[in-house]
């Protein structure tokens, strides 16, 4: 695992206008988010993927935002509240040593994990405790940046999700990015 942490400046860049010319958030979640969801979103940076999320899960649903960074909360903060968002988000500091997901125990429909995983300390550590918090039939995309992140260490975190009991169910096209698709399966 990678562990360096990308810069908070860096989240005005991968929240720029311009990002939509490589991948269109909206059309990357749209398969999985439905009206009414709680989605969690670990390591949103300033919310390229968070704003159109709380669009999709309209104002019944919630997206729980969070991130290691006080400027990248800050950033998202200001963004969501732009654009009329904040009260279907819950943008939050994540603990230094976990995401700190108690009050979340089997109540995410669906998670997204864009980018983030290979900054994390121990990916076997994320999947656990994001697996812990998913719904049973909830869904976890995985998706990471192909340039920064070899195909052997993405499908090293798959097997780490794997132990969490994270079954694969797909892999998806994301442009420049290595996706999976994991299910924790139904009780
Ligand atoms: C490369 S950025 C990706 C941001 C966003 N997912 C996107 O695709 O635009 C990685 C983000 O993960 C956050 N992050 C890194 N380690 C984290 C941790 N242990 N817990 C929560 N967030 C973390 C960083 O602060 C940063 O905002």
Same mark, same amino acid.
């Given at each position: 695992m990678g562990h360096r942490v990308c810069p908070w400046w860096l989240g005005y860049v991968l929240a720029s206008p311009l990002r939509r010319l490589l991948q269109d958030p909206?059309?990357?979640? %749209?398969?999985?988010?439905?009206?009414?969801?709680?989605?969690?979103e670990p390591g949103p940076g300033m919310g390229f993927f968070t704003l159109e999320m709380a669009r999709q899960v309209g104002a019944s649903g919630r997206v729980v935002a969070i991130d290691i960074q006080p400027r990248m909360i800050a950033g998202l903060k200001r963004r969501l509240a732009k654009a009329g968002l904040l009260e279907r988000a819950d943008a939050r500091l994540a603990p230094s040593d976990?995401?700190?997901?108690?009050?979340?125990?089997g109540k995410v429909d669906f998670a997204l994990a864009m980018a983030v995983v290979h900054e994390m300390p121990s990916s076997s550590r994320f999947f656990a405790e994001v697996a812990q918090a998913m719904k049973p039939g909830a869904t976890l995309l995985?998706?990471?940046?192909?340039?920064?992140? %070899? %195909?052997?260490?993405?499908?090293?975190?798959?097997?780490d999700a794997a132990v969490a009991g994270l079954e694969v169910t797909g892999r998806p096209a994301i442009r420049r990015s290595q996706a999976a698709l994991l299910k924790k399966p139904a009780n």
């Open positions: 909206a059309a990357v979640v %749209k398969p999985y988010v439905r009206e009414g969801m709680t989605v969690l976990s995401l700190g997901l108690q009050d979340l125990r995985l998706a990471e940046p192909s340039g920064h992140v %070899k %195909k052997e260490a993405f499908e090293t975190e798959v097997q």
